[in-house]
């Protein structure tokens, strides 16, 4: 099969305007917002974002952030766990480094005024999730840990006077060279939008740093955890930029989504992970445990192998029942005190979780992959830095650890703030000229588009299911054209084409079960397959190869002096 084609720059009007500034971030979630408040005091920062602040991932991570905060814990239990859920991909130098700094994330964000949830001797209450082998997950408001970190950045950065710039799409980086010819960042063309989504005008923000924090792509599936706003745009414009990404087929799903009906498309509420930290169970229709035998670790195993084993278990249609399983939460004491957003969804759907059964399947939750980076965010071309859930740093192998992405994001996202406001990248001297031609494809495409990734691409995936996703998206990327009207949903959807495409061509080479890609017709992990794949367009064709990582992980301050 040929690789799908997809347009290698985002169609929209001629540029009316300009800005200069130090650093531009685009995205708005933990990484953005730590980054912009570190670089802030030396440098101007303009932060984008194509919604509002809180439209991100972020606002709706409910487990918390996990450090080594208890003196039974250790560093190197964190270290191991994360190590064994990430399946042998992870950079453990990377690891180490975030697990070192995590504690000391956490004290920032107390700082800045985050109100983490106590225990009953005013100590941070820890909780456990899945693949922790202990308690070390700091909350908020019981489950609502990412608005509390949400709320605490946004008030942060505008008192420092961050210039943030709401409902701007970032279309596509603008690239020049140095005095000694090396291609550089030197800028984003940014589509600013109307309520509906309209372009209203497009411009050009220039800046010394271009920094990526958009999230991942959840969106490209018909049911997720995630909000909208998340839909691989960052990781398709880095693409397009000519700059790597890598281990896009680890898609993490998470195993307990809500379960609203066959028909439930979009965003759907999370059950956290925490619910089994503090005692809940998975069963089936049948009432047979799901997760017993599985694991050592049964219904905290890590999520990879929980939503493997609940997807084997609905094939299986034990009680004719095939697209959930059960979640039983009704042991947990005044559940809605500990978990208030989950049980008002559940409420909201019917359920009283302190009394029944709670439906629950997986969904699309969190992408391991990203582009090719380091904790500090910097990628193979200079002047670009990516941070958060768009990046791939080797933190999260092939399987993120619950709740380490939420530290992730402050830790990567402050390093490169320090980092840029001690040295900004060289200034080019010339703009690279003769844009590739540009084209869109019409948001109506993306219902197909996330349809045939749920259908084809999700947590059990085959080489027949993968060919039939790949014509599929081949056949909507024959549909794009320069004539589509420009709106963010048509930007959104060219976006999720090119990442779409990414995803089914790096899952159909890699054939072998790791982490979170599940192939029926491999066994894994395999030893010849401990490598990573990178992907790169070339002429708008996806391009998949074996290769390392194209950054080598840097690793400073072991005693986490980079964190303020
Ligand atoms: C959860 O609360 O289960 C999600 C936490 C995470 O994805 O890290």
Wanted: with cysteine.
């Amino acid at each position: 099969m040929s690789p799908t084609t997809v347009p290698m720059r985002l169609a929209a009007p001629e540029a009316s305007w300009t800005i200069e500034t130090d650093v531009v971030i685009l995205g708005s979630g933990a990484a953005g917002l730590s980054a912009a408040l570190a670089a802030r005091p030396m440098r101007e920062v303009v932060l984008v974002t194509k919604d509002t602040l809180a439209a991100g991932s972020t606002h709706w991570a409910q487990g918390g952030l996990a450090a080594v905060l208890d003196p039974a814990d250790s560093l190197e239990n964190h270290v191991r766990d994360t190590l064994a859920a990430g399946a042998g991909l992870c950079d453990e130098d990377a690891v180490r480094a975030l697990v070192t700094e995590a504690p000391t994330a956490i004290r920032y964000l107390m700082r800045l005024g985050a109100s983490f949830d106590e225990g009953a001797h005013d100590e941070l209450a820890l909780t456990r999730e899945g693949g922790h082998s202990h308690r070390r997950i700091v909350h908020a408001g019981g489950d609502q840990s990412g608005a509390e970190v949400q709320r605490t950045l946004d008030e942060s950065v505008r008192l420092a006077g961050v210039t943030v710039v709401e409902r701007a799409f970032g279309l596509d980086l603008i690239v020049g060279t140095t005095a000694d010819g090396r291609r550089t960042a030197a800028g984003v063309r940014v589509a600013m939008l109307d309520a509906s989504g309209g372009v209203e005008s497009v411009g050009e923000i220039l800046a010394r740093a271009v920094v990526v924090a958009t999230g991942g792509y959840g969106q490209v599936y018909a049911s997720t955890s995630n909000p909208p706003a998340v839909t691989g745009d960052g990781i398709a414009l880095a693409l397009r930029a000519g700059v790597e990404a890598t281990d896009l087929e680890f898609i993490q799903f998470h195993p307990t989504v809500l379960w609203c009906g066959p028909e439930a498309r979009g965003q759907q509420a999370l059950i956290s992970e925490a619910v089994r930290g503090e005692g809940a169970f998975l069963i089936d229709a049948a009432g047979r445990r799901v997760m017993e035998g599985v694991h050592p670790q049964a219904d905290l195993a890590p999520r990879d192998v929980v939503a493997t084993a609940i997807s084997k278990r609905m094939s299986e249609a034990p009680a004719g029942v095939d697209d959930h399983v059960y979640l039983d939460a009704r042991a947990i004491e005044r559940i809605e005190e500990r978990f208030p957003t989950i049980t008002a969804k559940c409420r909201e759907a019917g359920i009283d979780p302190a009394r029944e059964l709670i439906p629950v399947a997986p969904a699309a939750h969190y992408v391991c992959g990203g582009v090719a980076a380091t904790l500090d965010g910097t990628t193979s071309l200079p002047g670009f830095f990516v941070v958060g859930e768009a990046a791939a740093t080797g933190v999260h192998g092939a399987n993120r650890l619950a709740s380490n992405s939420l530290t992730e994001g402050i830790v990567a996202g402050t390093r490169l703030g320090r980092a840029l406001s001690w040295n900004l990248p060289e200034a080019p001297t010339r703009r690279e000229t003769d844009p590739a031609p540009a084209a869109l494809i019409d948001s109506y495409h993306r219902a197909a588009l996330r349809s045939a990734m749920s259908r084809w691409v999700g947590v059990l995936r085959t080489p027949v299911g993968l060919g039939n996703a790949g014509r599929i998206l081949d056949t909507l990327a024959r549909n794009a054209s320069a004539r589509v009207v420009p709106t963010r949903q048509a930007f959104e959807a060219t976006n999720m084409l090119t990442i779409a495409a990414a995803v089914v061509e790096s899952a159909r080479v890699r054939s072998e079960s790791r982490g979170c890609h599940r192939r029926t017709d491999a066994d894994g992990p395999l030893e010849e397959w401990t490598c990573h794949l990178t992907v790169r367009l070339e002429s708008g064709d996806i391009v998949v190869a074996r290769g390392e990582r194209a950054v080598e992980s840097r690793v400073e301050s072991p005693d986490g002096a980079v964190l303020p």
